[in-house]
């Protein structure tokens, strides 16, 4: 064997030996080891919100009782789908931990998502909330039997908003309306990523309603400039004993919220065991749940077998009511998100599909070096490859990347020059972002860019 031979192999040898160290290394982060490194929070709604605000502070109990960073990533958009789904894809390794809400259980029976609390380890439930209804405080409704009169009177002329349409705030309002014998849809909805940007919107006179909980409105009535008409609690809540229920009211309505913590699907038994010690005992204890009792929240806490039987009872529950409340507002023929990647998938596969029945029917003399490489149905199998690539890293390396690197794959296979690819490529993908994720309002996975 010569020298310089012998010295690849031995450098192949120890590539080879590093891989499996490291391979090593990483298997070694059992759940005896939990809290080692860093740990995420993914919150699904606006910063400034309910949501944001309790998994703020359960961030930074937590970051106090397991000595390591506590971070919260607000993955908003897609009445909640983009960080449910996001929460249920993440890393099955325990650092990464999804702060779940009720619309969970409201989703997956609108078509937005097939993601549903079978796709979650529960951990614990540690927050209920139940609806109120906020105006202006210069408004003309001094009361919710004013405002009831203006609904019925006019009919579709009042805006509301507080979250996505079909979400847990929504279904209280529209129930309210039920309650009031009025039609659910007299009072227009206006999706929004949260409550936080709905009272925004109030206060600057974009709307009329805001459909929320009292803790999430608290610092605005205190501060004078919104009005608090009702709450839909089974009874007045001790922080804001001004404001009236529905039911005091004389409506028999009562809707609430609720929050929790959750783990991806498949992790596992070991790593759920561990983390549910931990984060159980952060959010069940006193310090936390102080801060949710002083702040006007819900105080509430349910362990993971508790929390799993809420979350089933729900999803039943709140699948009725969507029903019965939006179903004839919903139109339920309309496109929801996974309509676009699906018809993406099949063009790509017809496309692949003509592309080899085409090459077939070329004659040699008519065919590039190029397009024979392979075999004529190379191409089709090239397209087919990049679908299931796509399918699995997307959600990793997120859209723009993974479509970049399609785009200039599949340019090069179909003949073009590296540097056109390259620059179609890099132009394309960032293109077709912003056209779904904004102009179309259809989540695409953000991955590492865009995180």
Same mark, same amino acid.
């Given at each position: 064997? +010569?020298?310089?031979?012998?010295?690849?192999?031995?450098?192949?040898?120890?590539?080879?030996?590093?891989?499996?160290?490291?391979?090593?290394?990483?298997?070694?982060?059992?759940?005896?080891? =939990?809290?080692?490194?860093?740990?995420?929070?993914?919150?699904?709604?606006?910063?400034?919100?309910?949501?944001?605000?309790?998994?703020?502070?359960?961030? @930074?109990?937590?970051?106090?009782?397991?000595?390591?960073?506590?971070?919260?990533?607000?993955? +908003?958009?897609?009445?909640?789908?983009?960080?449910?789904? $996001?929460? @249920?894809?993440?890393?099955?390794?325990?650092?990464?931990?999804?702060?779940?809400?009720?619309?969970?259980?409201?989703?997956?029976?609108?078509?937005?998502?097939?993601?549903?609390?079978?796709?979650?380890?529960?951990?614990?439930?540690?927050?209920?909330?139940?609806?109120?209804?906020?105006?202006?405080?210069?408004?003309?409704?001094?009361?919710?039997?004013?405002?009831?009169?203006?609904?019925?009177?006019?009919?579709?002329?009042?805006?509301?908003?507080?979250?996505? /349409?079909?979400?847990?705030?929504?279904?209280?309002?529209?129930?309210?309306?039920?309650?009031?014998?009025?039609?659910?849809?007299?009072?227009?909805?206006?999706?929004?990523?949260?409550?936080?940007? $709905?009272?925004?919107?109030?206060?600057?006179?974009?709307?009329?309603?805001?459909?929320?909980?009292?803790?999430?409105?608290?610092?605005?009535?205190?501060?004078?400039?919104?009005?608090?008409?009702?709450?839909?609690? *089974?009874?007045?809540?001790?922080?804001?004993?001004?404001?009236?229920?529905?039911?005091?009211?004389?409506?028999?309505?009562?809707?609430?919220?609720?929050?929790?913590?959750?783990? *991806?699907?498949?992790?596992?038994?070991?790593?759920?065991?561990?983390?549910?010690?931990?984060?159980?005992?952060?959010?069940?204890?006193?310090?936390?749940?102080?801060?949710?009792?002083?702040?006007? =929240?819900?105080? $509430?806490?349910?362990?993971?077998?508790?929390?799993?039987?809420?979350?089933?009872?729900?999803?039943?529950?709140?699948?009725?009511?969507?029903?019965?409340?939006?179903?004839?507002?919903?139109?339920?023929?309309?496109?929801?998100?996974?309509?676009?990647?699906?018809?993406?998938?099949?063009?790509?596969?017809?496309?692949?599909?003509?592309?080899?029945?085409?090459?077939?029917?070329?004659?040699?003399?008519?065919?590039?070096?190029?397009?024979?490489?392979?075999?004529?149905?190379?191409?089709?199998?090239?397209?087919?490859?990049?679908?299931?690539?796509?399918?699995?890293?997307?959600?990793?390396?997120?859209?723009?990347?993974?479509?970049?690197?399609?785009?200039?794959?599949?340019?090069?296979? /179909?003949?073009?020059?590296?540097?056109?690819?390259?620059?179609?490529?890099?132009?394309?993908?960032?293109?077709?972002?912003?056209?779904?994720?904004?102009?179309?309002?259809?989540?695409?996975?953000?991955?590492?860019?865009?995180?």
């Amino acid at each position: 064997m +010569t020298r310089p031979l012998a010295r690849s192999l031995k450098s192949i040898r120890t590539f080879v030996s590093g891989l499996i160290l490291l391979a090593a290394t990483s298997c070694s982060d059992r759940a005896d080891d =939990y809290h080692s490194r860093p740990i995420s929070i993914i919150c699904p709604w606006a910063v400034g919100g309910g949501t944001d605000t309790c998994s703020r502070v359960l961030a @930074a109990t937590l970051e106090e009782a397991t000595g390591v960073p506590v971070n919260v990533i607000n993955r +908003t958009g897609g009445a909640g789908v983009t960080g449910h789904s $996001a929460g @249920a894809r993440a890393s099955r390794d325990g650092y990464t931990l999804l702060t779940v809400t009720a619309e969970i259980a409201m989703m997956h029976w609108r078509g937005l998502t097939n993601v549903s609390y079978r796709d979650y380890e529960p951990v614990c439930l540690f927050n209920r909330d139940h609806t109120a209804l906020f105006v202006r405080s210069d408004s003309e409704w001094k009361t919710l039997e004013d405002l009831r009169r203006s609904v019925e009177s006019s009919p579709g002329k009042l805006r509301a908003s507080g979250t996505a /349409l079909g979400g847990s705030w929504h279904l209280g309002c529209a129930g309210a309306l039920i309650a009031m014998n009025l039609a659910p849809d007299s009072i227009v909805w206006v999706p929004s990523t949260g409550a936080s940007p $709905a009272l925004q919107e109030l206060i600057s006179g974009g709307i009329e309603i805001v459909s929320c909980s009292l803790p999430e409105g608290r610092a605005l009535l205190e501060g004078g400039e919104v009005r608090a008409l009702t709450v839909m609690a *089974p009874e007045r809540l001790a922080l804001f004993p001004d404001v009236p229920t529905l039911r005091e009211l004389g409506y028999d309505w009562s809707l609430g919220a609720w929050r929790g913590i959750a783990l *991806p699907g498949g992790t596992p038994p070991e790593i759920v065991s561990k983390v549910t010690e931990v984060v159980a005992a952060v959010a069940g204890g006193e310090k936390f749940q102080t801060f949710i009792h002083e702040s006007g =929240y819900g105080v $509430a806490f349910e362990d993971a077998a508790t929390f799993t039987k809420t979350l089933e009872t729900d999803d039943r529950v709140f699948g009725e009511l969507l029903g019965r409340i939006i179903g004839e507002s919903t139109n339920e023929d309309a496109p929801g998100p996974w309509f676009f990647p699906i018809v993406l998938g099949i063009g790509l596969v017809v496309f692949g599909l003509s592309i080899g029945i085409g090459s077939r029917a070329k004659t040699p003399s008519d065919t590039r070096p190029s397009e024979t490489a392979g075999g004529s149905w190379g191409h089709f199998l090239a397209v087919l490859g990049a679908v299931i690539f796509y399918v699995f890293f997307a959600s990793k390396l997120g859209f723009i990347i993974t479509a970049a690197l399609l785009v200039f794959f599949l340019s090069k296979r /179909l003949g073009a020059r590296w540097l056109p690819a390259a620059v179609v490529a890099a132009a394309v993908s960032p293109a077709i972002y912003l056209l779904f994720a904004h102009v179309l309002r259809v989540p695409l996975p953000k991955g590492v860019l865009l995180w």
